[in-house]
């Protein structure tokens, strides 16, 4: 472990180190571009590196055409692009000048000087194109006011970082640089992910993904490509909590070949490949040494709308096809999907103008969100169904379930590995002359519902509106979905909860008028507790009880804490820890919908008034033990979690004294790899491991310190701060610690729990809660460890106890 993180630090000045002798190596070897050069796509074309391996300026793109940006010029093979200025304009003619002007801009000019691009940094002071592949300009001082690096296209450099946030695009062929039809995303906290352009960051929009546990708000992600070709995800904490970076995900390990460089780039199909190019022209010119992903036909979006995606058998290019009644929108274009020329008029089956027909796709599927999926015995059955829907336009067949789908269709594949059948709506040529047949059906109905009396009319009207109002709803739907999430300081959150689907499956969005509703208007009546940073209200929705938790105020770190609540909660499921149940963002202080706890907290019951030795002995041991295994659950893999601020209060209680941990406002999710944590000091006085406190260094052990208090809370009945008990005790740790150190235990313990526990119990668990707050971290068990004995005392029997009134120092099992 710290050969590791010794190797990462090495690693890390060894990065900075190279970008510093980058920096100096550009003015030594003075190949500074200074204010007044220019270029002309026939004349000087480009500012070339110091060695001569990138070059900043012009590229042929096309007949006559030309494109501006960084080359690997220096190669023995390809002269690839790896950068391109302006790469949505149509590529310019050779009557254009590339202009860093005398005040220190950088324009590309028609000879009429209209200008057609430029960056749009002034009092540019010089510029240069580093032997990294970097340009950069630079201000008087010499301080780097902007550089490519910062700015990417489609490829990525040795030693160039991909920070949270940036976004790569395809280009649309290896010819066209323009934007193309993919996109790469490093999200907020978490993943390198691949979608198609134009989609909201939603997993099921991703069609590759580095997969890795989502961190918390304090934590920075970047991409990194070291020169040996090792490709990957860097994670630090930042923030007030400054972690020691790790290595989050490897993408590549290195490799050990000399004179090749590494290039990632965001291929034109969609797929990121890592390169290894041959510096010296020795070897193969090109390779690719990794890619996303092998089959051609994964990233979603790549046959457009109504498309879908096969793989030709004789080698792995991916083609696009139609289903059978759509044509390509574009013939020249297959990726720009299919479409058919006519519509299915909901309600028109009914009128019989149109007769429609399936036709049916093997092995072939779509992606959509189903309007519907009912169990169904046989293709026929499920084919049937969608004829006879109106507002059914295609349905797939797997496994006994159909799922109705409406157009347009999204992200079609077609593979023999897959058994789906897929049923397409088409109308057949309608029998006879169509304008004249259709006026005749049109009367029918009009006629019978003259002659017949409103029935008739009113069913077709009926079916008409009906499916209307379907089609709203679903849009309807949509739209509050998209918008909840983007307002509210939510943007963070609304990444974190699309990575992970299962995540809205459990939990449900409600509107602020329900929630409202539920809690009388956030009546003062029905609040039944103050939460780390909010109120928590009794609500009731649909004759079920909740607990709906409201901020108080939003302001910056409460939102943060609020946020953190939400990611640490949707990853734990255990019956001891509180379940979040959905949330509400669209009110101006986000909403928390959690199971309702019946029974008030643990504090509540030790401690509020009439309420002390209400707890019977085996209860407390009960609790005790559950919240043990809670935060057991919570220390071990795959949560790792440290909950932070454990207290009575935080323990709630269902009838019968079940165990629900609440309050992850301040929890922090720590990786494998780290032990410990360095951050600012979260807690409640009396309950604060004091190691962390005085060294800012959080651990699981600060967790089982915490607990220890609360187990001592429970066997003495005491409050946790004092003012009543001398100053050396006034905090109940050092005061229980001491008491035992005297070898008086059973002075302290509360009368109802030495009266109805065994000497074995009694002292075992004050054992347990001497070892907990142990003043050294390294010395207190585990959480699982106090789990396991605590299970184990409470499994001796209760005939144990009888002996307890004669001798508790002497009885034993
Ligand atoms: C190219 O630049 C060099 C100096 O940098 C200059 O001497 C030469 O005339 C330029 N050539 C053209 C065609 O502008
Ligand atoms: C280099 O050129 C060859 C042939 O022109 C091409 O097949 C290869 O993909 C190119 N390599 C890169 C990295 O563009
Ligand atoms: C530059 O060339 C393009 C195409 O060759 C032409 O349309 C344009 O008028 C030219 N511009 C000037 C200022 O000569
Ligand atoms: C550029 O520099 C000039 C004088 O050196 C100054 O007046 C001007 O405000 C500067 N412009 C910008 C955008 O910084
Ligand atoms: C990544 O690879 C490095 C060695 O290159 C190794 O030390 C590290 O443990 C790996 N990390 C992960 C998360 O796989
Ligand atoms: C749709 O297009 C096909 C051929 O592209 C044509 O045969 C058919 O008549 C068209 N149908 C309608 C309703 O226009
Ligand atoms: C499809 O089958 C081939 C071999 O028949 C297998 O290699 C491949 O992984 C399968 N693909 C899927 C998506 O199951
Ligand atoms: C439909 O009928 C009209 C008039 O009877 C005729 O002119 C037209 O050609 C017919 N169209 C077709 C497709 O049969």
Known sequence: ??????????????????????????????????????LTPTGNSSWLSPSGLFAFGFFPQGHNRYGVGIILAGLATNKTVVWTANRDYPPVSDNVTLRFTKDGRLVLQQQSQEIIWQISHQNVSSASILDSGNFVLYDCENKIIWQSFDEPTDTILPGQILSEDQELSSRISESDFSTGIFRLKLQFHSNLVLYPANTVDRSFNSYWSTNVPAGVLYDVTTLNLNPDGHLFLLRQGSFVEATRPYILANLTQGFNEKQRLYVVKFDFDGILRLYSLSLDGKGKGSSV????????????????????????????????????????????????????????????????????????????????????????????ECEAACLEDCECEAA?????????????????????????????????PPPGNMTKNSKDKLVVPVLAAGSGGGLALMLVFLVIVYCGVRQHQRV???????????????????????????????????????????????????????????VVYKGVIADKVYAIKKSKVVDRSQVDQFVNEVIILWQINHPNVVKLLGCCLETPVPLLVYEFVTNNTLFHHLHDEGLASSIPWTMRLKIATETAGALAHLHSAPVHIIHRDIKSANILLEDGYS????????????????????????????????????????????????????????????????????????????????????????????????????????????????????????????????????????????????????DYKYCHV
């Open 659 to 806: 165990v629900k941990v609440s309050d992850f406002g301040v929890s922090r999710l720590f990786s494998p790899q780290e032990t410990h944590l360095a951050t600012l000091v979260q807690g409640t006085f009396g309950y604060i491991d004091p190691e962390y406190f005085h060294s800012g260094i959080l651990t699981q052990k600060s967790d089982v310190y915490s607990f220890g208090v609360v187990l001592a809370e429970l066997l003495t009945g005491a409050k946790v701060v004092s003012f009543l008990r001398e100053e050396k005790d006034r905090n109940l740790g050092m005061y229980f610690l001491s008491k035992l150190e005297e070898d008086r235990l059973y002075t302290i313990l509360e009368p109802r729990v030495r009266n109805e526990g065994n000497a074995v119990q009694l002292e075992g668990a004050a054992e347990i809660a001497k070892k907990c707050l142990s003043i050294e971290g390294a010395k207190r068990p585990t959480m699982m460890e106090v789990a396991e004995e605590l299970a184990e005392l409470r499994e001796l029997t209760i005939d144990d106890h009888l002996c307890v009134e004669v």
């Open 289 to 380: 040494v990794w890619e996303s992903s092998k089959n051609r036909c994964d990233p979603k979006g790549l046959c457009g709308l109504n498309g879908y995606c096969t793989l030709t058998d004789d080698d792995d290019d991916p083609k696009c096809l139609c289903p059978g009644g759509f044509n390509y929108v574009s013939p020249g274009n297959r990726n720009e999907g299919c479409e058919r020329n006519y519509t299915v008029h909901c309600g028109s089956n009914k009128e019989r103008t149109i007769q429609y027909s399936m036709t049916q796709l093997q092995h072939t599927w779509w992606e959509n969100d189903p309007d519907s999926v009912e169990q169904m015995r046989s293709k026929e």
């Open 396 to 428: 797939l067949y797997k496994d006994g379930d159909c799922k109705k789908l409406s157009l347009p269709l999204r992200y079609g594949r077609s593979s023999m590995n897959d058994s789906t059948v897929a049923f397409i709506k088409w109308a057949l």
């Open 476 to 534: 309807k739907n949509k739209k509050l979905k998209e918008n909840f999430f983007e307002r509210n300081g939510g943007i963070i959150l609304q990444q974190l909860l699309y990575q992970s689907e299962s995540i809205l499956d459990r939990a449900r969005i409600y509107t602020e008028e329900e929630l409202k509703k539920a809690t009388n208007n956030f009546n003062e009546s029905n609040v039944i507790g103050q939460g780390g940073y909010g």
């Open 1 to 38: 472990m710290a050969n590791e993180a010794h190797f990462l630090f090495l690693f890390l000045v060894m990065l900075s180190a190279m970008h510093f002798v980058a920096a100096h190596d550009r003015r030594r070897l003075s190949n500074t571009i200074s204010r007044g050069s220019s």
